[in-house]
Every structure is written in C-alpha cells, then in structure tokens.
C-alpha cells in the first residue's frame, strides 16, 4: 500500500523553529509532498506565520498577535523547541507564497483563539490574497472554527475543518457538504475505518497529524489510508517507514537473527 502524501508540519519544525525560513529551508532540501503553517492577522491587516496568536509563546516579544502590526511581529525573534530565542524572524503569508514552488500544496491553518470573528475575518484576508494569485489553486484553509472553513469556502477557497471529536460524524459531514468545504483532519488517534467511511461516502478528502513515528505512521495508513499526513520531519518518516515495511516483508531464514531497523523518533502532538 502507498504512503499517504506528507506534509512539512509548521513548514518543518525538526529543521527549524516553527514555521521559521530555516524549517522551510530544510523541509525543500529533504523533499516534501507539501507544507501546512499557521497564520495569524496583524492589526494592520497582515497574515503572519506563527502557531500561537498569544506572541510571547513564540517570540520575543509580548500581547496578541491581532493587537500588533506587522513590521512589529516581523522585528522579533523566534523562539526554538526549547523556548531560546533564535536568529530566525517570523514570515508573512505572502513571503512564503513566493519562496515556495507555485504547484506545491499548502495548508495554511487559521489561529484566532476563542474568537470566531477574527477567524473569520482572518480567513476572509486569506482568501482575499491568495484570489490574487495565479497559484491559488495549491492553497487550502484549514481550521478548527467552522466559522473560518465556510467563509473560506463561500470565497471559492477549498476549505478543510480540523475535527477534535469522534462523535455524530454523519451530522459533520453533512455540515461540511451543505457548506462546500472540501475535507476534513482528523487527529491519528480517533482516525479509524468506521469513522473515515462516513466522510468518504459524502465525498470528503481526509487528513492527518502530527505523526513523526514510521510504525504510527504505517498503522494509520493500514487503519484509514488518508489522503495526506502532515509530519515534522517529512523525509526521515518515509525512509524510516520504508525500511520498516521491507524489514517486515524480508523473508526469515531458519536460525537467522533478524536485521536491526533504524531508531525511530518518538511521535509529538
């Protein structure tokens, strides 16, 4: 069976801080079937990359990333895994859109926390940007508000809502049709086959994450076969996924010590 697509999660985060130029730099120079970032919306109307809109998560500097403009999250620092600031500044929407190539997907995700009118209005300015571009096609919005995905999708942007539940998925899927969007990201671990049956048969594409384990990653894959993964470390989990699906498949000889498979990095959420 093949391996889903997979995607640079927060454009690459085992190469770099989060959503940083360094991850994107590694994740292109490894190879990468596509990127998912976060985006948040400045006060003067600017889509910046970062995970957190809370600043001080991430940066160095301090408040919410809607209460500042963007020449001033872009003078920043990023902070690394471990919470050190690091030489690397936050990236607007736009700076990633002409470093990366034209056909290559990407997945921007709306973060606006417990505020359905900033994530409307931030998937509004997503829309309104990328209708711009000759590439808008590679361009999905994707969120945990409903709110954002339906805006997105009344633009004519494909859309993809983020589910945190298992429960009443005919009730989801139906929500997701009548609003046009076009798919669905289920968490790896409430992703089973009962579950991605209900979104197949009303016509939805199916993700997941964050998977940074090759034996998760081929469980998922037996489990559910969707359509995209998205990962930190997209080319180390499909050498390593490989080489476990062939170790598994070499044939035993009587008495013979099986060959040693490469450590495999532990998953992150």
């Not at 006060?43 to 990359?49: A, F, Y």
């Not at 993700?207 to 081929?218: F, I």
């Not at 990962?231 to 035993?252: G, H, I, N, Q, V």
Request: aromatic residues 4%; hydrophobic residues 45%.
């Amino acid at each position: 069976m093949a391996t889903p697509l997979l995607h640079a999660h927060r454009l690459g985060r085992a190469y770099g801080p989060d959503s940083s130029a360094e991850a994107l730099a590694g994740a292109l120079a490894a190879g990468v079937d596509g990127l998912e970032t976060d985006v948040c919306l400045t006060s003067d109307g600017k889509l910046v990359l970062l995970h957190d809109p809370l600043l001080s998560l991430g940066t160095t500097i301090h408040g919410w990333a809607h209460e500042h403009t963007s020449s001033e999250i872009a003078g920043a620092s990023l902070r690394d895994r471990r919470g050190e600031p690091t030489a690397e500044q936050p990236l607007l929407l736009d700076q990633l859109l002409s470093a990366t190539p034209s056909d290559l997907p990407l997945q921007v995700e709306v973060k606006a926390h417990a505020d359905r009118e900033l994530a409307r209005r931030t998937a509004a300015a997503i829309c309104e940007l990328c209708s711009r571009r000759p590439d808008r096609h590679r361009i999905e919005v994707i969120s945990f508000h409903s709110v954002a995905c339906a805006t997105a999708a009344a633009y004519g942007c494909r859309s993809r809502l983020v589910l945190f539940a298992d429960y009443a998925p005919e009730a989801l899927a139906a929500w997701a049709v009548s609003h046009g969007v076009a798919g669905v990201a289920v968490e790896h671990f409430l992703l089973t086959p009962e579950l991605v049956s209900v979104f197949r048969l009303a016509g939805l594409s199916i993700n997941t994450g964050t998977v940074n384990d090759a034996e998760l990653l081929l469980r998922v894959r037996d489990l559910a076969s969707p359509d995209a993964v998205c990962t930190d470390r997209p080319a180390e989990l499909r050498a390593e996924a490989l080489r476990l699906e062939e170790a598994s498949s070499a044939p035993t000889i009587l008495g013979a010590e099986p060959a040693p498979v490469a450590p495999i990095a532990s998953a992150a959420g």
